[in-house]
């Protein structure tokens, strides 16, 4: 790419290690999801838990990862409408049989407070789901809430996001979720 060419970069970073392990350079005009998908074929995910953005929130990645040996952490957000929509009717309805994990810290001049509900996938809930059912191997799904707290300005703020995963500790998944965003702070 010269300098003049617009473009993303799409990067498979392990926290754990600070390493980037791999990336592709996105002209505009290409699809980040295909330099996802290049970059699962080329990297050997045996074991792996593997998290991606929204982006990545489709079928056949969660397809790719499972048949490459990894298990995967999904964002679920408004390019899979009736997942999502399944995701926020079912957490207020849950009341039981949910893990909660919570970390709260201080960031950029804001408290930040996280909580993440988990809740394991039971065949019922499967049988009864019209949008969990279609994916490959789901265990999990999670509701983090974000209120964070902007010492500066004095707001509060409030955001929900979604996943659904193929594993079921909800810890490790959560740690997971938080490591994701590592990559922004190298």
């Known amino acids: 790419l010269s300098p003049d060419t617009e473009s993303h970069i799409v990067s498979a970073y392990d926290p754990h290690l600070q390493l980037v392990l791999s990336m592709d ?15 699962l074929d080329e990297l050997d995910v045996t074991d792996a838990l593997i998290t991606i953005d929204a982006i990545g929130c489709q079928h056949d990645v969660a397809e790719q990862v499972l048949e490459a040996g990894g298990d995967y952490v999904l964002q679920v957000k408004g390019n899979q409408p ?18 909660v994990n919570k970390e709260e810290g201080l960031e950029h001049g804001r408290i930040e407070h996280r909580q993440m509900k988990s809740v394991v996938l039971s065949p019922e809930m499967l049988d009864d789901s019209y949008a969990f059912k279609d994916w490959a191997g789901i265990k999990s799904i ?18 929900m996001s979604y996943y659904i995963s193929s594993i079921e500790d909800s810890k490790r998944i959560f740690r997971a979720i938080r490591d994701h965003w590592k990559i922004e702070n190298q």
Not at 25 to 39: C, F, I
Not at 149 to 158: A, N, P, S
């Open 25 to 39: 350079a996105v002209p505009v005009k290409r699809n980040e999801l295909d330099a996802t998908r290049w970059l």
């Open 142 to 159: 999670h509701r983090i809430t974000r209120k964070r707290y902007d010492k500066r300005r004095g707001k509060e703020t409030t955001e």
């Open 82 to 99: 009736t997942l999502l929509q399944e995701l926020e009717d079912s957490f207020p309805n849950i009341s039981k049989g949910y893990t």
